[in-house]
């Protein structure tokens, strides 16, 4: 299933032209990569623009992993001239000698180490709820959709993946066991790590504690959906269940960062039960949507401790397993009333313009913060680098030969040019 999002970063682009022209967009690509490498723009531009552009990174998918990228070469690394101009900075900064040396990062994270790390190393972040807008596309047609139950199991639960930051999906299939509740489970689980190939008995697992001493795979069917389900909805599921266990990415961490996984139930109009981080609720009723505090307990989502705030969704689970046939029915028909109201909401006109005003609002904040940055003694630095390699040697031949095969290569003319046009600009001739 091909998703076409660089439909959002051409909306995106498009927000940051009527703020400015001054600034160059970078998606990774294919989208969902975190492959430094993936990391391009969205639009060709010449090397003088990408020189004197602010650089907006998108990295609004995933959840932010700061010392990852911290292991990447620095340009400072290296001795060859030639080398050293090609090799992009440390962490996300794709351009090696952008003019204001401040980048952009449009995220979907709060509450997060990772921003204080990027924000103390000259990045100016902003935040939108991206995977909202990618929703309203990917689900698009659930507005349409209505459902004829036929409930034969009480919960849904996707559970596929459990590395990285998802491990807790394993420990969380074995509570199922212990509580005698996967019978009443529409659910299944991977043996074998899809991406990792791995097997969870022979797992280095980051959190030991989430390392299940259950055979996961005697009770539960394993799951057969690719890495792309998640993009899309099955009906029959909806209509077969009456609550789905949302299993987010994040739930092991301090971090606010809700996906399509949250959003899926939502548009289907199902009451569900929300495996996040603590605070993750109220993320969501930030937005608009209403939860299910007065009809079953919700104080899971207050619970700091991952391994209690598991705990206590399945101990919720296994409350609602009991209850009676007259309150199951009146408790469901009140659940389903709010699920109708949270899918209404989200594909009213009212949710999409908070989620894009707020992407607007931010874009312009952030822009206008980075367009008063002073940039002269950047300018001054790298004119007084670029005149350096131009004696170089190496360097003349390399730009002789490699500016007539690729755009971002300029010409020693253009750099001559350019050189001279920033010091008239910025220096008054005055620079030494």
Known sequence: ?????????????????????????????????????????????????????????????????????QTLPATTQTTNVVTRLKIPRNNLKKICANLSRYYLLLHSEQRSINLEKYQNDQFITIYYWSHAVISLDWFRFAQYTKQKKHVTKTFLIYNRAWS?????????????????????????????????????????????????????ENFFPTSTAHS???????????EATDIEVVLETLFDDTRLHLTEKSLRPIACAQPFILAGTHGSLEYLRS???????????????????????????AELMNQIKHWLPHVRERKMIEAQAIADYNKKHFFSQEFFDLVTNELKINLESAINKHNKIDITDNVRSFIKQWKEWLTNDEMRNYLEINSVHHYRTPSIAQVENFLTKLQDQYLNKNTP
């Open 164 to 216: 990285n930051t998802r491990e807790y999906r394993l420990r969380f299939a074995e509570l199922l066991i212990h509580l005698n509740l996967q019978d009443l489970c529409k659910t299944s689980i991977n043996p074998i790590e899809p991406e990792l190939g791995t097997h969870y008995e022979i797992h280095n697992f980051k959190n030991p504690s989430w390392r299940p001493t259950t055979v996961l």
């Open 228 to 238: 792309h389900y998640s993009a899309d909805f099955d009906i029959e599921d909806y």
């Open 1 to 69: 299933m091909s998703i076409p999002l660089d439909r959002l970063y051409h909306y995106i682009d498009n927000t940051v032209k009527e703020i400015t022209d001054n600034v160059l967009i970078y998606r990774f690509f294919p989208h969902g990569s975190k492959n430094f490498d993936d990391l391009g723009e969205l639009r060709r531009s010449s090397w003088e623009n990408h020189i004197s552009s602010g650089t907006l990174i998108c990295y609004d998918q995933e959840p932010l992993d700061y010392d990852y990228y």
């Open 287 to 313: 937005y608009g949507f209403k939860t299910f505090a007065d009809i079953w307990d919700e104080t899971y989502d207050l619970v700091e401790d991952p391994a209690e705030r598991l705990m206590q969704i």
